[in-house]
């Protein structure tokens, strides 16, 4: 049994005519990093929301075929307890914040107070996520306050603090300079050795190819891709699909096109830079 299992799901938002995600069946494996990409309005939140049970308990609208997380229809898991399972990254760190609690601090503390943690236990805890964060400085100042990215650390900080073995994370980055975008994959790639399962939205392809098991390209509301990372990158009808390619992926295919193939498609600059040195005879 796969963590995570869709059969034949089909999904339309209420009143809506067009299904937000279209006859998907697929599997997440525990542990394993799968990177989504794809056109805007592709159905990538759709599909988060979807595995966060905001998805037919919140949206409503219909839902068709089968969910299951850990076995149990996504129908029957009791929300509270699913949200303790999947920690969630909003797209928009604007509606992350709760805006009810006064200092940063407390904001990172609220899911762990929920759980009636000791407090203690909850101090140690929101001090280790706040310094792994780099948001130690924010702590007192009130979440209202901050910019967009400082935004996106406290509610990055807040969900590894609960410590939810599943992440589902949408467009991490969006409000990120290029050092707090790097900042946030290596934290990322950090959680991955934890025997997490991460779900990530992100149209940074480049970031994807470095850190990802697997990707997903969403279109149209359905998977039209899914695969081990370097294959689906290297895909050359990637960009029909509505997904970015990495720089050094064109690079490989225009080679091929000038008659000058490499050995593979790269899809990271390591390893374009290898191939074009075997290429040239250095090594
Ligand atoms: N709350 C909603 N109510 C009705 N329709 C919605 C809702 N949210 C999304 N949709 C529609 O569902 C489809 C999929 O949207 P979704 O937000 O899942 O795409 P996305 O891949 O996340 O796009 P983006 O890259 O812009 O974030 C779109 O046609 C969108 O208009
Ligand atoms: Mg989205």
Same mark, same amino acid.
């Given at each position: 049994m796969s963590l995570i299992e869709l059969e034949n799901v089909t999904y339309h938002y209420?009143?809506?005519? $067009?299904?937000?995600?279209?006859q998907i069946s697929c599997t997440f494996e525990k542990g394993k990093f799968y990177g989504i990409i794809g056109e805007n309005g592709g159905g990538k939140t759709s599909l988060c929301n979807l595995l966060r049970g905001?998805?037919?308990?919140?949206?409503r609208g219909t839902l068709e075929g089968r969910v299951t997380i850990d076995g149990t229809d996504v129908r029957d898991w009791n929300t509270g307890r699913l949200s303790a399972r999947i920690g969630y990254v909003f797209q928009n760190p604007f509606t992350q914040?709760?805006?009810?609690?006064?200092t940063v601090f407390e904001e990172v503390a609220m899911g762990l107070e929920n759980l009636g943690l000791p407090k203690k236990e909850i101090v140690d805890e929101v001090l280790r996520v706040c310094k792994l964060l780099d948001i130690e400085n924010l702590m $007192?100042?009130?979440?209202?306050?901050?910019s967009g990215g400082q935004r996106q650390r406290v509610a990055f900080a807040s969900i590894l603090a609960m410590d939810a073995d599943i992440l589902v994370i949408d467009e991490?980055?969006?409000?990120?300079?290029p050092q707090g975008t790097q900042d946030v994959f290596e934290i990322i790639h950090t959680l991955r050795g934890t025997g997490k399962t991460i779900l990530l939205v992100e149209h940074k392809v480049d970031l994807i190819a470095e850190y990802c098991d697997e990707v997903l390209v969403m279109q149209g509301g359905q998977i039209v891709r899914k695969g081990p990372t370097a294959q689906v990158l290297a895909d050359p009808e990637l960009a029909e699909l509505g997904a970015l390619q990495p720089q050094v992926a064109m690079f490989g295919h225009a080679m091929a096109a000038a008659?000058?193939?490499?050995?593979e498609i790269p899809i990271t600059l390591e390893q374009a830079l290898r191939l074009v040195r075997r290429r040239r005879g250095e090594i």
């Open positions: 209420p009143f809506c005519k $067009e299904p937000a995600l279209r905001l998805i037919p308990h919140f949206y914040i709760s805006g009810i609690k006064p $007192e100042k009130s979440p209202n306050a901050l991490p980055t969006s409000q990120l300079d008659g000058k193939p490499l050995e």
